[in-house]
C-alpha cells in the first residue's frame, strides 16, 4: 500500500471513530509504530488530525457561534438529556445557578414545571423568561452590561454581584472542552470571567456538556477541568 492510501485510510478512521491509536494502525497497517507516528505527524501538519499521546484524534474546530439564537435550536434532544439528568443533583432548598448556556435553559424549563423550592440565580434572559409562570421555585436575575449576542449580563458589575452568593450547585456551558490542554472554554472574555467569578462561588460545580464539544474550542479559557465536580453528558465520552 502507498502512503498516500494509508493516509487516506488513516483520517478515514479518525473522521468516523473520533480518535485512532498508534499501536492498533500499526497492526492495522503491518508497519512500525515509528512509521505510524511520522504518518501522524505528517497528517498534523497538513490538518487533518491532532496527535495525542498513543495517537491521534478529530482535528478540533471553532465554529464561531457567538451568537445563543445561533444554538438555541441545535442538538435540543442531547441538551434535554443533560438538562434531566442535572435535575437530579438538585434538592429543595438549594441555590443554583445557571449561566448562560442553552443547557441551562432546557434545565430551567424542567424546574419551572417541578415543585422544587430552591433559589435560581442567573444572568441569562431567557432563563429569567421560562420563570414568567406560577412555579414553586424563585428567581434572582444579576444585572450588568447586556450583550444582545449573548443573551444576558455579564461583566463588572454582574462579577461584584456574584461575590455576595455561594452557590449550592452552578451548572455551566461550555464551548469547548479540551481534555489534553485542561482547558474549558468559550467565547467571549466578559462571559468567560463572570462563569469564573461564579465557578468561584459554587461548592459544587457541573460542566452542561455535550459530547461533541470534545472536539470544539472556544476563544477564551474561563476554567480548567480540575474545577468542575464534574460534567453532565448525554452520552459516554471518547475513550481518549
Do not use: C
Not at 31 to 38: C, G, L, P, Q
Not at 157 to 184: C, H, I, K, P, Y
Amino acid at each position: 500500500m502507498f502512503a498516500e492510501e494509508r493516509h487516506e485510510q488513516i483520517v478515514a478512521l479518525v473522521n468516523r471513530n473520533g480518535s485512532v491509536r498508534v499501536k492498533e494502525l500499526s497492526e492495522l497497517f503491518q508497519i512500525t509504530e515509528d512509521s505510524i507516528r511520522k504518518d501522524l505527524t505528517i497528517l498534523e501538519r497538513k490538518g487533518l488530525l491532532k496527535k495525542t499521546y498513543g495517537g491521534a484524534m478529530r482535528k478540533r474546530v471553532n465554529l464561531h457561534d457567538l451568537n445563543v439564537s445561533q444554538r438555541k435550536d441545535r442538538n435540543t434532544q442531547a441538551k434535554q438529556m443533560i438538562a434531566s439528568k442535572a435535575m437530579k443533583l438538585i434538592k429543595n432548598d438549594d441555590m443554583v445557578f445557571l449561566d448562560i448556556s442553552t443547557a441551562n435553559l432546557e434545565l430551567a424549563r424542567l424546574i419551572v414545571k417541578s415543585t422544587l423550592n430552591i433559589i435560581v440565580v442567573t444572568n441569562m434572559v431567557d432563563i429569567m423568561l421560562e420563570f414568567m409562570v406560577p412555579t414553586v421555585s424563585r428567581l434572582i436575575m444579576l444585572g450588568g452590561s447586556f450583550s444582545s449576542g449573548r443573551d444576558g449580563f455579564t461583566g463588572s458589575l454582574t462579577d461584584r454581584q456574584l461575590e455576595d452568593f455561594r452557590f449550592d450547585l452552578a451548572f455551566m456551558g461550555a464551548v469547548g472542552v479540551d481534555v489534553f490542554d485542561n482547558s474549558v472554554s468559550t467565547y467571549m472574555v466578559e462571559d468567560g470571567i463572570t462563569k469564573r467569578a461564579a465557578l468561584n462561588r459554587s461548592k459544587a460545580a457541573y460542566m452542561m456538556l455535550e459530547t461533541r464539544k470534545f472536539n470544539a474550542d472556544g476563544t477564551y479559557k474561563y476554567a480548567g477541568l480540575d474545577n468542575f465536580t464534574g460534567a453532565i453528558l448525554e452520552s459516554a465520552p471518547p475513550s481518549d
